[in-house]
């Protein structure tokens, strides 16, 4: 018997993807009322702006997630800045080494993704121990490197790219940003490592018993991971302009809260990056509102906690997510 329109309607509203977007909407609207301004275009598009660095980054941490095997990466905050860090100082102002600095940051946290993987798969430290202990390593890494002063200067182009509005009012990284989603859903969805990912984090055994390459699937995934938060803290350096110490280092948990906002089963399997990319926009205009009702610190930490404790239980999967 097919379905009728109110069952579909239904299942559409029990969608964690559906439910994001709606509190994200809800929010701008709840904001719109409250504070004069908090939904007008203009700052609708900066919101969008400042939600796109965390949803890059946020990218590598859904592959990551959904790989399985209680995936996790930690230590993306840490190589997202890192990662600012080699650019900023490579490209120093200058147009000319703007692919230079994005090349040298990349290929530097590829190294790190791969170091995290290799040790997952080979020397099967738990995500979590392998990735907490790349944090403290990558902490270290960039005091050799700054000397504990960050020095170093966007490209213009790369400003220009995040702070302008060259193509029908919107900001360049907007567009980067949407394209970025586009490749990766694609890549999910209809490629042999998609399925492969989401074989591996549904069974691992399984995957392994069907022909799945499950190690280095598992090396991929957190390589990439690396990769995006790099490309990530890239897109800050282009915001900021200039580089700090602690620049994305505080971006790790939102990136895993993004995933889970977005209906990403914390096991593995099960997800897509459009629901993580929405997650990040409700991050963002959360904060956004709570800074701008005056709202301290910790209660704002508190009100994000509370909202994604809430979320978790409106998507009805606690018993899944501790299988």
């Known amino acids: 018997m097919k379905p009728t329109t109110a069952t579909r309607a239904r299942t559409l509203l029990r969608d964690p993807v559906v439910i994001a977007a709606v509190i994200a909407i ?11 301004g908090f939904a007008s275009p203009d700052q ?126 919107i900001p360049g990284i907007l567009l980067v940003w949407a394209l970025l989603a586009v490749v990766v859903t694609l890549v999910l969805r209809r490629t042999t490592f998609g399925m492969q990912l989401y074989a591996t984090g549904s069974g691992r055994e399984a995957a392994r018993l069907s022909g799945v390459p499950v ?39 939102p990136s895993i809260a993004a995933v889970v906002i977005g209906g990403t089963l914390v096991a593995g399997g099960v997800g897509g990056y459009l629901g993580s990319a929405i997650g990040a926009i409700v991050l963002t205009v959360l904060t956004s509102l709570l800074t701008t009702l005056s709202m301290p610190e910790w209660a704002r930490i508190v009100v994000q906690g509370v909202v994604l404790i809430a979320l978790l239980a409106v998507y009805g999967r606690q018993r899944k997510l501790r299988t």
């Open 26 to 36: 809800l929010l701008v609207v709840v904001g719109g009322i409250l504070k004069p």
């Open 215 to 253: 190690g280095r699937v598992t090396v991929t995934a957190y390589v990439l991971s690396s990769i995006f938060a790099a490309l990530g803290g890239i897109a800050m350096v282009g915001y900021s302009q200039q580089v700090f110490l602690n620049l994305a280092n505080d971006l790790t948990l």
């Open 44 to 169: 609708i598009v900066n919101m969008l702006r400042v939600a796109s660095f965390l949803g890059i980054i946020a990218i590598g941490q859904t592959i990551v997630v959904l790989s399985g095997g209680e995936g996790i990466d930690l230590s993306v905050g840490t190589v997202a800045t890192l990662g600012a860090i080699l650019a900023s100082r490579t490209m120093n102002g200058s147009d000319a080494l703007l692919v230079p600095g994005i090349l040298l940051a990349v290929g530097v946290a590829a190294l790190i993704g791969l170091a995290n993987g290799l040790g997952i798969v080979l020397l099967r430290i738990p995500p979590f121990v392998m990735t907490l202990g790349m944090l403290g390593v990558v902490g270290g890494l960039i005091l050799v490197v700054t000397g504990g002063v960050a020095d170093g200067r966007a490209a213009p182009s790369l400003v220009q790219l995040v702070n302008g509005r060259d193509v029908l009012g």
